[in-house]
């Protein structure tokens, strides 16, 4: 899935929502106004750092391959966009980041109060205007992701024992934090297709973001920063322990594993360090099993897809896998 000729962006596989996609924006802007000032100031920050929309867009695909049927697709995207800034932000005050996107985060800009209130204030505005649609469904499903991201944000504070945190550990964490979000966008843009089709879809979307995730811990070895927009190592200079770690300690010798936990002894472990430990993550294999690992989650996210009717849409879903693995940021 990733020996593309052309490497395949994220304006590729929104081509077929486009006209939908650009309405979500101004929904979501809707959506949090508020006339507070400190939360308008903000605000006109956080939309300043805001991605891409990968996930609307994921949504209004599932929506569009399983026949368009829901009208509330541009406000239902807007919610889910708004649930993962929320999560950024909580993630970003948590981790004491300074740096989100190449930009300063609100924690850094203002304070870590700051940034706790207004990421509690974003997924209230998100539960507001999903009790405001007047329907359980989509409230059902957003309700539990929220749950599963918070369950992994805990399990993520007790990754810090790189000798004893496992592969399978690791899976829950990703499932939870991270595939989560991207299995409720999914499924929630299904909501009114076949029951088979939902649940391919929900499938197709945990599979995915496992990939997106496993592959977001790789740049954090490999990646560039100007590309990234935060230092190479940072998850090793926070002391997170994530899959290409797990999966080279045990190949390690002994002394490698003392430079583990030297590091992991180490309150901020300067660049030399660090890069030390990538060295030995990447010699023993633990890059190289990362790969496959999400490749393979890659091939299971493909093979949900066989379950809905061929369309511009779906082609799109499956073009989502290969933008997924073969990203660089």
Do not use: W
Request: net charge negative; hydrophobic share 40%.
């Amino acid at each position: 899935m990733s020996s593309q000729i052309a490497p395949i962006t994220l304006a590729d596989l929104q081509r077929p929502v486009r006209g939908r996609l650009e309405r979500v924006p101004q929904e979501l802007h809707r959506i949090v106004e508020a006339d507070f000032g400190l939360i308008a100031e903000v605000n006109s920050h956080l939309f300043q750092m805001q991605g891409k929309m990968f996930r609307p867009t994921l949504l209004l695909l599932a929506d569009e391959a399983t026949g368009g049927r829901d009208q509330r697709t541009i406000t239902l995207a807007a919610v889910i966009e708004l649930i993962h800034l929320a999560t950024l932000v909580h993630d970003d005050s948590v981790d004491h980041s300074v740096l989100r996107r190449g930009m300063p985060t609100i924690n850094s800009l203002f304070s870590h109060q700051v940034s706790v209130i207004m990421g509690d204030y974003l997924y209230s505005r998100a539960v507001i205007e999903l009790v405001r649609l007047d329907d359980l469904e989509p409230l059902r499903v957003l309700s539990r992701v929220t749950n599963q991201m918070t369950v992994g944000e805990m399990r993520q504070l007790l990754a810090h024992e790189p000798l004893e945190f496992s592969e399978e550990s690791y899976d829950l964490l990703i499932q939870a934090k991270t595939a989560s979000l991207l299995s409720g966008a999914c499924e929630v843009g299904a909501l009114r297709a076949s029951p088979a089709e939902r649940s391919a879809l929900r499938r197709y979307g945990e599979a995915l973001g496992m990939a997106f995730q496993i592959v977001d811990d790789l740049l954090d070895y490999v990646g560039d920063p100007g590309v990234t927009g935060k230092p190479t190592g940072s998850d090793l200079r926070e002391h997170k322990v994530t899959l290409p770690l797990i999966a080279a300690l045990p190949r390690m010798d002994a002394a490698g594993r003392r430079q583990v936990q030297a590091l992991m002894d180490t309150p901020e472990p300067d660049d030399p360090r660090i890069g030390e430990i990538i060295g030995a993550v990447a010699e023993a294999g633990g890059l190289d099993y990362a790969r496959e690992r999400a490749l393979q989650l890659a091939q299971q996210a493909d093979g949900e897809l066989d379950a809905l009717t061929p369309s511009p849409a779906r082609d799109a879903l499956r073009a989502a896998i290969t933008y997924v693995v073969d990203r660089r940021r």
